[in-house]
């Protein structure tokens, strides 16, 4: 299991790795899931840099909605129990950010980010360049459940 920041949902729809990523692991039983602002946060910053690259917003909707196949989004409820808690870890840098870290809090796993206010906050935090080691160890044989 792993909790994505909007900046990677961003990259999983401007790019084709991240996204190649997503997919591939998905398909060998590695949850991902993303607080349901940073889809929010995705539908907001987007637009302007599909625009730069001459895409629609209609591609943005189908390239979300795609990705929730993938990407479970985690409910406010359930992370704003940390809040308070995320909000400590992140003091001094972006405390707009508590909900990814609220949301890994709530599940017990690391996050996926490039963001470094992450870094140093009590929680594994693998950007991009390194996740696959992440994902690796994650992946269940044929995608399914291990047994105990």
Same mark, same amino acid.
């Not at 980010?113 to 044989?141: H, M, Q, S, V, Y």
């Given at each position: 299991?792993?909790?994505? /920041? %909007?900046?990677?949902?961003?990259?999983?729809? $401007?790019?084709?790795?991240?996204?190649?990523?997503? #997919?591939?692991? +998905?398909? &060998?039983?590695?949850?991902?899931?993303?607080?349901?602002?940073?889809?929010? /946060? %995705?539908?907001?910053?987007?637009?302007?840099? $599909?625009?730069?690259?001459?895409?629609?917003?209609? #591609?943005?909707? +189908?390239? &979300?909605?795609?990705?929730?196949?993938?990407?479970?989004?985690?409910?406010?409820?359930?992370?704003?129990?940390?809040?308070?808690?995320?909000?400590?870890?992140?003091?001094?840098?972006? #405390?707009?950010?508590?909900?990814?870290?609220?949301?890994?809090?709530?599940?017990?796993?690391?996050?996926?980010?490039?963001?470094?206010?992450?870094?140093?906050?009590?929680?594994?935090?693998?950007?991009?360049?390194?996740?696959?080691?992440?994902?690796?160890?994650?992946?269940?044989?044929?995608?399914?459940?291990?047994?105990?």
């Amino acid at each position: 299991m792993i909790v994505l /920041d %909007a900046n990677i949902l961003i990259r999983a729809i $401007l790019g084709r790795r991240v996204r190649q990523l997503v #997919e591939t692991y +998905a398909a &060998l039983g590695v949850r991902f899931f993303a607080p349901d602002v940073a889809f929010d /946060d %995705a539908e907001k910053y987007l637009p302007p840099l $599909l625009k730069k690259l001459g895409k629609s917003d209609a #591609e943005l909707s +189908a390239s &979300l909605e795609y990705l929730r196949h993938f990407i479970a989004p985690v409910d406010h409820e359930l992370y704003s129990v940390f809040e308070s808690e995320a909000r400590q870890r992140l003091r001094a840098r972006d #405390e707009n950010d508590w909900p990814v870290l609220a949301s890994a809090l709530a599940l017990g796993c690391a996050m996926w980010t490039e963001d470094a206010d992450f870094f140093g906050t009590g929680i594994a935090a693998w950007t991009t360049n390194r996740i696959e080691i992440f994902l690796k160890a994650e992946a269940k044989p044929n995608g399914s459940e291990q047994e105990s």
